[in-house]
C-alpha cells in the first residue's frame, strides 16, 4: 500500500515546491557566464531561509549543498564548487526544500549563453517527456504508465533514458515509495490513487544511457562524456487530471525577460 495524502497535507506540499518553484526562479536571474556553482547555491540558501523554509538536501546522506548542480555530462547530484559557467555549457539545478514539514523536489535544466542547437533539442525532447509522463499521472493508472511515457517520448528524439536514478515518493520525506522510473512498459507497478503525491524527474542523455559516479561520491556522469538533461515537477496524483505541484512559469517569465534584454 502506498501512502496517499490528504487534501490539506497536498496544500501544504504544494506550498513546499511553490518556494522550491521560486527559489529556481531565483537561480535563473543568476545564471549567466562567469558565475560559479557555489555562487547559485548561496543564492539559494539565502533565498529559502529568507522565506521561512530550511535547505532540504543540506545534510541529507551527508550531501554538502543546498542545489545539486549538474553541468553538461554531469547527470545529477553535482556538488556546487569555483567552477565558472561557460557560455555553451548547460545546468541542471536540483532543489529541495522543508517547509511546515513537508518536502518540496524540483529540478529544471538552464541553457548558459549560447548553447548547439543540438543541445538544446535535447532539452526540449527531455521537457516534453516529463509533461508526458505527466499526463498518466492520474487516480487507477500505474506507475509504468508514467514511465513508459517519458521513455517514448525520450526515444522518439533519438536520445537514452538513465536507468539507475528513478522518481520517487514525496512527503514528510524526501524520498518515499514508490520508484518512478523513466523507462518501463504500460500497465506495470503500482497503480496510483488520489493524493500520491511522486517527484517525476527525467534524466535523459544525448549518447548511450550509461553513468558512473564520480570520486567524490554523489556527482552522476554519462560514461561517454556526453550532455543529460534533466527535469523534475512534483506532482500530486488526481482523479482525471494529474495536480501539478511545480511551476517552471516564474523561471520562465526570467528566462523571457532575459532574452528581451539582450
Ligand atoms: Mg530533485
Ligand atoms: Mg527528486
Not at 163 to 189: A, K
Request: overall charge negative; charged content about 25%.
Amino acid at each position: 500500500m502506498l501512502y496517499t495524502k490528504s487534501d490539506e497535507e497536498v496544500g501544504l506540499l504544494r506550498e513546499s515546491n511553490l518556494l522550491v518553484s521560486r527559489t529556481l526562479a531565483e537561480i535563473a536571474r543568476h545564471i549567466q557566464p562567469g558565475v560559479t556553482t557555489l555562487f547559485l547555491d548561496n543564492i539559494a540558501e539565502t533565498y529559502i531561509r529568507d522565506n521561512g523554509g530550511l535547505p532540504g538536501f543540506k545534510g541529507y546522506g551527508g550531501f554538502p549543498n543546498t542545489l545539486c548542480t549538474s553541468v553538461n555530462d554531469e547527470v545529477v547530484h553535482g556538488i556546487p564548487s569555483d567552477y565558472r559557467l561557460r557560455s555553451g555549457d548547460i545546468i541542471s539545478v536540483d532543489c529541495g526544500v522543508i517547509l511546515n514539514g513537508f518536502y518540496g523536489d524540483s529540478a529544471y535544466t538552464f541553457e548558459v549563453g549560447e548553447v548547439d542547437p543540438a543541445v538544446k533539442r535535447l532539452l526540449e525532447y527531455t521537457k516534453a517527456s516529463l509533461e508526458e509522463g505527466v499526463r498518466e499521472a492520474v487516480a487507477g493508472n500505474r506507475i509504468g504508465d508514467i514511465s513508459n511515457a517519458v521513455q517514448r517520448k525520450a526515444e522518439s528524439g533519438g536520445y537514452s533514458v538513465v536507468r539507475e536514478l528513478v522518481g520517487h515518493g514525496l512527503g514528510r520525506m524526501l524520498h518515499e515509495p514508490p520508484e518512478v522510473p523513466n523507462y518501463g512498459r504500460r500497465g506495470s507497478g503500482p497503480k496510483m490513487e488520489k493524493g500520491l503525491v511522486i517527484c517525476i524527474e527525467p534524466m535523459i542523455n544525448l549518447g548511450r544511457k550509461e553513468t558512473m559516479q564520480m570520486r567524490d561520491g554523489w556527482t552522476i556522469k554519462t560514461t561517454d562524456g556526453k550532455p543529460s538533461a534533466h527535469f523534475e515537477y512534483a506532482v500530486a496524483v488526481d482523479k482525471g487530471k494529474a495536480d501539478v505541484l511545480t511551476t517552471f512559469k516564474f523561471i520562465e517569465e526570467v528566462l523571457n525577460k532575459k532574452q528581451t534584454h539582450v
